[in-house]
């Protein structure tokens, strides 16, 4: 299967900065999304971005798929941005999605 | 438009014991995929069905079953629970343009405890 990689790991901020979350994958994708998971687990659409770039508000995302990667950019993080956010990537069948480990955000008032 | 609805929530089952749980897609989707998450392993893939047709199945024992409705909605049942069954069980639909899925949509999980 394709392996996804998430990083870093652990990112803790001051209310107000920006931040940078990656994501490479292992081989060609289908398709790519971004989720934030809430304190109750349920996994929130971000971004679906097999490639190019979008913006939604405060977030922005983009995935180069030639070079095997994707970021999710935070700006003018709030405390409600705190979770884990992840990236799924599916493979040419695009029925089946590889899941990183997750950035866990922490953000600080 | 309602989202993807799992029943049910939380649940409590002994080793030994089995669990079915339900998965009710967004109207019109017709893909239903399952995804296991726990602290050790992270979130991996248990199977995908597309018009009542099992199309993938991850890397789980056979006491992991699922199946699919006419009507989309789909079960998954475990069998003969072991501690490491004790998990978040997440169920995310799908309107696939072509044989692809696409955009998935989860719902809140169940979250299985076995003691």
């Known amino acids: 299967g394709i392996q996804v990689e998430q990083s870093p790991p652990d990112l803790i901020l001051q209310e107000g900065a920006n931040s940078t979350l990656r994501c490479n994958f292992s081989?060609?994708?289908?398709?790519l999304q971004w989720f934030h998971q809430n304190p109750w687990g349920q996994l929130i659409n971000l971004f679906y971005i097999p490639s190019g770039t979008k913006q939604n508000g405060r977030l922005s995302a983009t995935t180069v798929a030639t070079e095997r990667y994707s970021l999710l950019y935070i700006s003018s993080s709030q405390t409600t941005d705190s979770g884990v956010y992840f990236c799924?990537?599916?493979?040419?069948?695009?029925?089946?999605?590889?899941f990183g480990t997750g950035t866990s955000l922490t953000v600080i008032p | 438009k309602a989202g993807v609805t799992q029943t049910p929530r939380y649940l409590i089952k002994t080793r030994g014991q089995q669990v079915t749980l339900s998965c009710s897609p967004i109207s019109g989707h017709r893909s239903v995929s399952w995804y296991q998450q726990t602290p050790g392993q992270g979130l991996q893939f248990l199977f995908e069905y597309f018009s009542e047709t099992q199309r993938n199945k991850g890397n789980f024992p056979g006491r992991f079953s699922g199946r699919q409705f006419s009507n989309s909605r789909s079960e998954m049942n475990v069998s003969t629970l072991e501690l490491g069954d004790s998990a978040l069980y997440l169920c995310a639909s799908s309107l696939p343009a072509s044989a692809n899925t696409g955009e998935l949509f989860f719902g809140e999980g169940s979250r299985l405890t076995v003691l």
């Open positions: 081989d060609s994708v289908n398709n």
């Open positions: 799924a990537v599916s493979d040419h069948t695009g029925n089946q999605f590889y």
